[in-house]
């Protein structure tokens, strides 16, 4: 009990409201969003195309909010932006359980993601802002437990209630955000913070971003590169839910029992993984991770069963630990201390993979089946290693100012 109260009095309470309210949001989410491609496909008359275009529209909202967001929360105050995007949450998952057109599916989905664009950086700085430094890895280490905890939960109870009525997870997690940001305003109000100002940074624009890909060819290779992971990493969280529905006998809980194993493996492999990967390079890192994730889609393509599917969705996401990280220490290694604000913003052009794979893996899905896609999607992983091989090549030519030593 001492331990408990120490552990409660070493953080503010917003801290803690908000690693908890991002287990209950996640697990909301989770138990919602993974399976929109499904619902889609049972309650519309959209095509698997289609589908993937209206889901991947979503990841392009948010590449667009990503840009807006910090001059709309200079204009209107960061708590203000966060609230909203916590309310505009509940009202996107209560419209996803009631509407029926497409094209209002599509723009529920374009804002989900503008509310995640929106959410995600405040929030990360209100929980700095509330933490002395030293804690603070501590802290973000917390909520990125948290965000996996949430997505090992949420799957399961998603085809569980999934089962009494296919719009019931949605509006479960409308209902869970509309209680999240009440609580979290209430709580605002009460310990009387009324700014989230954060650490002032220039804001990242649009033509910012494009500016510094068209002069850095080393940085256009890696955004290259990263566009490419983006399309592979979309069919498994988006497009393996409708070949599974389609291929497999209780396809929905398959997939269910999937999203909470590479949760899981997330949880349990992070630590150790990454002390293992901090001894190799990012470009080593890298490599190895779309081996992993070549590796775990050659196993969805010619697996039948559940164990071997839970076999390749475990490879699959030690890809995922692999790969992420180390793309973002690649990033961070190649920006010149006085951009990396720019280069970080453009980094977040690499969305436009989440965008077009949905919609690219519909019609392989199509045109070609299961297997094909996700063979092709093996090689063309495989292949984006190539773009981050290059772009590491090039940084080997660039003046010594530049940590080009510890790309390779």
Known sequence: MNRLRGFLGSYHPIVHTLILGTVMARAASSMSLPFLAIYLAKHTSMSAVMIGVVIGMGALAG?????????????????IIMLAALFGWAVVFVGFSIVKLPVLFMMLNMLNGLCRSFYEPVSQALMADLTEPAKRLSVFSMRYMAINVGV???PLLGAFFATMDGALPFLLTGIVYFIYAVTLYVLLIVFGIKQIEGEKKQPVTFVSALRVIQRDVTFRYFILGGIIGAIG???????????????FTEGVKLFAVLMSVNAIVVIAMQIPLTRISDKYSPLVAIILGNLMFALGDIGFAFSHSLVPMIISMAIFTLGEILNYPAANMLIDKLAPEHMRGTYFGAQTLTNVGH????????FLLVAYGG???????AFVTLAGSLFYWKGANNLQALPKNRSKKEVF
């Open 63 to 79: 590449t667009v909010g990503g840009f807006i967001g910090g001059n709309l929360s200079d204009r209107f105050g960061r708590r």
């Open 152 to 154: 090992a939960i949420g």
């Open 233 to 247: 990493y979309s069919q498994v969280m988006v497009t393996l839910s409708q070949y599974l529905e389609q291929n």
């Open 355 to 362: 965008f077009m794979g949905p919609w690219v893996g519909g």
């Open 371 to 377: 297997t094909a896609l996700y063979l092709v999607i």
